[in-house]
Structure formats: C-alpha cells, structure tokens
Nanobody, 121 residues
Framework: VQLQASGGGLVQPGGSLRLACVASGTIFSINSMGWYRQAPGKQRDLVALITRDGVTTYADSAKDRFTISRDSAKNTVYLQMDSLKPGDTAVYYC????????????????WGEGTQVTVSS
C-alpha cells in the first residue's frame, strides 16, 4: 500500500491550498483517512480526520478554515485549506487506517511521505 500526497506549496497569508492523498495497492477497505502536520522542532499533530461513514474530526486550529473530504471510490482524501496563516507552515502527512485483503485482516496504519506547506509573504 502506498499513500501519495500532493498539493503543497508556497502561499501568502490568507490564501488557499488543496491537498490530495491517494491510497493505492491491495486495499479491501479504508476505515479512516486523515491529515497530520509537523512543523520543525515540533511533534506531528492531527489536523483533520474522516471516517468511512463521513464523520469528521478537526483540530481546534483547523476548525472553520479547513475542510476534509473523501472520494471513497478513488481511495482519495482531500484537505481544503483556506485563510492560511504563517502558523500553518509545516509538512503535511496523510494517514490511512485500512484492511488489505478481507474484513478479518487486521487494521493497519499507513503514512504518506508528506507535502510541504509554507505560508509566507
């Protein structure tokens, strides 16, 4: 299984970016997909998470500015980020909790390599 994230870049404060993450490989079902971020010298923290039922969870810093969504048919999760601030600068990682072969396969966690988001004027 591989997770490929894209959409990062340099944006001015107040701007927007849309991240995408595609999961590929042997996948039976995806339980949840999410976005985490890690700034230099800091731990990796949750930004937003979405379950296969569409239930979403957001970090306080992301509420009202970020929107997570998913296309289950494409095994893809998106993160729409609006009103970006310099404090949002970090490497953004996507994560998937999934079963590979059938319903009784253990749930496993996979991480993408990350995409850099820099918010600066």
């Amino acid at each position: 299984v591989q997770l490929q994230a894209s959409g990062g870049g340099l944006v001015q404060p107040g701007g927007s970016l849309r991240l995408a993450c595609v999961a590929s490989g042997t996948i039976f079902s995806i339980n949840s997909m999410g976005w985490y971020r890690q700034a230099p010298g800091k731990q990796r923290d949750l930004v937003a998470l979405i379950t296969r039922d569409g239930v979403t969870t957001y970090a306080d810093s992301a509420k009202d500015r970020f929107t997570i969504s998913r296309d289950s048919a494409k095994n893809t999760v998106y993160l729409q980020m609006d009103s970006l601030k310099p404090g949002d600068t970090a490497v953004y990682y996507c994560k998937a909790d999934l079963r590979q072969r059938h319903r009784f396969t253990p749930l496993e966690t996979y991480w993408g390599e990350g995409t850099q988001v820099t918010v600066s004027s």
